[in-house]
T-cell receptor
Framework: DAKTTQPTSMDCAEGRAANLPCNHS???????VYWYRQIHSQGPQYIIHGLKNNETNEMASLIITEDRKSSTLILPHATLRDTAVYYCIVMGSQGNLIFGKGTKLSVKP | GAVVSQHPSWVICKSGTSVKIECRSLDFQATTMFWYRQFPKQSLMLMAT?????????EQGVEKDKFLINHASLTLSTLTVTSAHPEDSSFYIC???????????FGSGTQLSVL
């Protein structure tokens, strides 16, 4: 199963776009990239997922490079409530999600 | 959107007792559910994959006789921590796959404290 690499932490000013990078250089052709976030003591919240094309929903945008070896999650207008740990995950061969350490995003006023 | 309900949210028990945690998919059928464990300031660790109507698949190092998983219906999976000990104290989280859209949704988690 492909592994992902993310920065340990990032800061973002409130109201600005938060761009969270993720490397997944060993991803295979049929593996999806998923993004979740977890606020302390809660279950992970689904944000977005994609295969090849860029995706956008009401929460975020997902930009996947053409070679699929990396992706970026974009929160267009970060708020204080977006402070959380963000996980970039490649779905495993069993259909499960193997979590790495994620990026701790701190949105500051 | 799809919702996964997990119950209880927290439980305190005495050492040596058993605790059952329920995970329900509320508006979709889930042939596969997953159980995770999370220690403070650490990431989620996959414990086992629960398959409806068949035996669960456990990750390496997870004792199947201690963490009993039952997936008796398409909307319910249970995790029973048998003969719990203080080192089993952790945050347990379930998830279920909605095959209609390939999304994996998570429950709100259960904080287990074993005294």
């Amino acid at each position: 199963d492909a592994k992902t690499t993310q920065p340990t932490s990032m800061d973002c000013a409130e109201g600005r776009a938060a761009n969270l990078p993720c490397n997944h250089s060993t991803i295979s052709g049929n593996e999806y990239v998923y993004w979740y976030r977890q606020i302390h003591s809660q279950g992970p919240q689904y944000i977005i997922h994609g295969l090849k094309n860029n995706e956008t929903n009401e929460m975020a945008s997902l930009i996947i490079t053409e070679d699929r070896k990396s992706s970026t999650l974009i929160l267009p207008h970060a708020t204080l409530r977006d402070t959380a740990v963000y996980y970039c995950i490649v779905m495993g061969s069993q259909g499960n999600l193997i979590f790495g350490k994620g990026t701790k995003l701190s949105v500051k006023p | 959107g799809a919702v996964v309900s997990q119950h209880p949210s927290w439980v305190i028990c005495k050492s040596g007792t058993s605790v059952k945690i329920e995970c329900r998919s509320l508006d979709f059928q889930a042939t596969t559910m997953f159980w995770y464990r999370q220690f403070p300031k650490q990431s989620l660790m996959l414990m086992a994959t629960s398959n409806e109507g068949s035996k669960a698949t456990y990750e390496q190092g997870v004792e199947k006789d201690k963490f009993l998983i039952n997936h008796a219906s398409l909307t319910l999976s249970t995790l029973t921590v048998t003969s719990a000990h203080p080192e089993d104290s952790s945050f347990y989280i379930c998830s279920a796959r909605d095959t209609r859209n390939e999304k994996l949704f998570f429950g709100s988690g259960t904080q287990l404290s074993v005294l």
